[in-house]
Every structure is written in structure tokens, then in C-alpha cells.
């Protein structure tokens, strides 16, 4: 059975199980970096936000000898996870008044995406671009959001500039910013970290910056945190607890890792590392790009072979 036939099995059990009145349908997306991935809508009765579920590595347990029944029984598991248990408004969204204080934005690689840009407003940033979401839910399960076209711009007869300006507020506020040494980072993703713990090891609200050579910036979501690495405040903390100049190695859409300028590790050697990163441990569509930068707490800039962007003042 190819992955095709295996995502149409699935679908077509779930929908004769009819748990709870849960309907799945197939999907195929367009994702980050223009690549496309098939998988499962999963429609709850009444809830009108409807999780999809891709279903690769649930394709990769059924060519180790699972059977569909157990694959289904195990998908059905992570949608209790992760579902919704109210609806959203659709109708705010004809409204600008009533969704600006939910807009916020992402950053993503611009030329992994040019065919996407064409359609939506955004804004570049070195060799990224800043492009903005309705956010809709954002918990540590994840987020839910909704990308904002042109057309939608259109409709809210608004600007960019008016986007970016309700973005860069409500991005700090709604997604605020993490910052934690690569050892405190490993133990959380292998479950070791407690929950008790990770505020006062966030060396946003601490300061302290440990001896760590490497540190992991993101959100609370973890949900394309990377964004946290224009967050001004955030330069300008981290820039003061490691009393230097910082680099910033684009790890995935999610995180970035800063090394201190006097870590001894070149320019070089970290952008081999974030290929080698790229190339091996993330999916396609996670990658933000293959540059280091380089913040200057001097001239307040991000800096990439030559170019600068200047950190905007911070605002209330």
C-alpha cells in the first residue's frame, strides 16, 4: 500500500468508526517553503476548528507492521490531544476591528517562498520576510492561525504598514518570547525538564546567563518562535545578560540558537552546522534558512554578509 492508498484507508476507516460523530476527510496543504503534504481533517460536530493530521510517520509505523486499526487507534489518541472544544467566530474575520488586537507575524525564508509572497503582504528582513496571521488559538499544544492575504487586506481596506504596526504589539504580547541555555532546552524536549522550573531557567525573566555557549530563543508555543529574533526587547536583554555582541543561527521555524560572539566558533563553522541541521533533522518545510546573523548591541542591527537591519525602538 503506497502513502497515497494508506491516507485513503485511514480516512475511510475513521469515517465508519464515526466516534463521537468525528468525520475525517483528506487533505493535501501547501505548506512553509512551497512543499505539500496529504493528510486527515478531523471535523468535530459543532466545532468549526478542525485540526489536520499528517500522517507520515503514522505511514512509517504501518510499513514496521502496524495495522490500520492500530494506526487509527493511535491517530485518534493525538487528536484528543489537540482538539479544539469551542468554535471561532468566523464573521470577526469581515471585521478589522475585531481581529487587529489577534494579528501577529512569522518569519520565513524569501526565496524558499516566492511563489506565496506574490499573494500576501509582507516585508523583508535580510534574506527572511515577515509575513501575518490572524491568531486564533495558541496554547502549548501548539497554535492555530490563519495567514493574511492580499485579499484580506483588501477587504479590511487596510495596509501593511497598519498590519506590521498591530503585528509588532501583539506578536510580544500574544507569543511572548523564552530564552533558555541548550542544556536546560535538551532536557525539556526529552521530557526530563518540570514545568516548575522553566520559568525561572527562562533567562528573560531571570538575567542570568549561565556558562552555556549556546542558547534556544522561541515562544511559549514553540510555534514559529524564530520570530522572537526581531522582538527588540529580546535583542536588547540578551545582548545585556551576555555583555556582547551574539550570533543568531536559524534553527527551524521554531527556534533560534544564540552563540556569543566569544564562544571561538566562526562564521563558518556555524552555518555548516546549521546545514548539516537543515539537512538532517528538519523537515523541509520547518527550514528558515542557511545564514548565521549577527546582532550588535553597539549599533542595535542584525547583520548578514554585509547587509544590516536596523531593530526598530521599542514600543509599548
Same mark, same amino acid.
Given at each position: ?89 468566523? &464573521? ?5 476591528? !475585531?481581529?487587529?488586537? +489577534?494579528?501577529?507575524?512569522? $518569519?520565513?525564508?524569501? #526565496? %524558499?517562498? =516566492? ?72 532536557? &525539556? ?5 518540570? !514545568?516548575?522550573?522553566? +520559568?525561572?531557567?527562562?533567562? $528573560?525573566?531571570?538575567? #542570568? %546567563?549561565? =556558562? ?72 523541509? &518545510? ?31
Amino acid at each position: 500500500m503506497n502513502y497515497t492508498e494508506f491516507v485513503h484507508a485511514v480516512e475511510t476507516m475513521i469515517n465508519q468508526r464515526k466516534e463521537g460523530g468525528l468525520k475525517a476527510t483528506v487533505y493535501t496543504a501547501v505548506k512553509n517553503n512551497d512543499t505539500r503534504r496529504t493528510g486527515v481533517i478531523l471535523e468535530t460536530p459543532g466545532i468549526n476548528l478542525s485540526p489536520t493530521i499528517y500522517l507520515e510517520e503514522f505511514y512509517e509505523s504501518y510499513l514496521g507492521g502496524k495495522t490500520i486499526n492500530e494506526i487509527v487507534d493511535e491517530l485518534l489518541e493525538t487528536y484528543e490531544k489537540i482538539k479544539k472544544d469551542e468554535s471561532w467566530d468566523y &464573521e470577526k474575520i469581515f471585521d478589522f476591528q !475585531k481581529v487587529r488586537e +489577534r494579528i501577529v507575524y512569522r $518569519l520565513v525564508n524569501t #526565496e %524558499k517562498n =516566492e511563489q506565496m509572497l506574490q499573494d500576501v503582504p509582507h516585508r523583508e528582513i535580510l534574506d527572511l520576510s515577515l509575513i501575518y496571521y490572524v491568531l486564533l488559538d495558541a496554547s502549548e499544544k501548539g497554535t492555530t492561525a490563519m495567514l493574511i492575504s492580499d485579499r484580506h487586506m483588501d477587504q479590511w481596506k487596510t495596509t501593511e504598514k497598519i498590519l506590521w504596526s498591530e503585528a509588532d504589539r501583539n506578536t510580544r504580547r500574544l507569543l511572548m518570547a523564552e530564552c533558555f541555555t541548550m542544556q536546560y532546552a535538551m532536557s &525539556e524536549l526529552l521530557g526530563a525538564a518540570g !514545568k516548575e522550573a522553566r +520559568r525561572e531557567q527562562n533567562l $528573560l525573566e531571570s538575567e #542570568e %546567563k549561565g =556558562e552555556d555557549k549556546m542558547y534556544v530563543l522561541s515562544n511559549r508555543a514553540r510555534s514559529n518562535g524564530a520570530a522572537c529574533m526581531i522582538y527588540p526587547y529580546v535583542l536588547r536583554m540578551m545582548g545585556d545578560i551576555l555583555e556582547e555582541d551574539f550570533y543568531i543561527l536559524p534553527s527551524s521555524i521554531h527556534e533560534v540558537i544564540l552563540v556569543p560572539a566569544s564562544a571561538g566558533i566562526s562564521v563558518a563553522e556555524m552555518e555548516k552546522m546549521v546545514c548539516e541541521i537543515n539537512e538532517t533533522q528538519v523537515p523541509e &518545510e520547518e527550514i528558515l534558512g542557511s545564514h548565521v546573523y549577527r546582532y550588535s548591541r553597539k549599533n542595535k542591527t542584525i547583520s548578514m554578509g554585509g547587509k544590516a537591519y536596523q531593530v526598530k525602538e521599542e514600543t509599548k
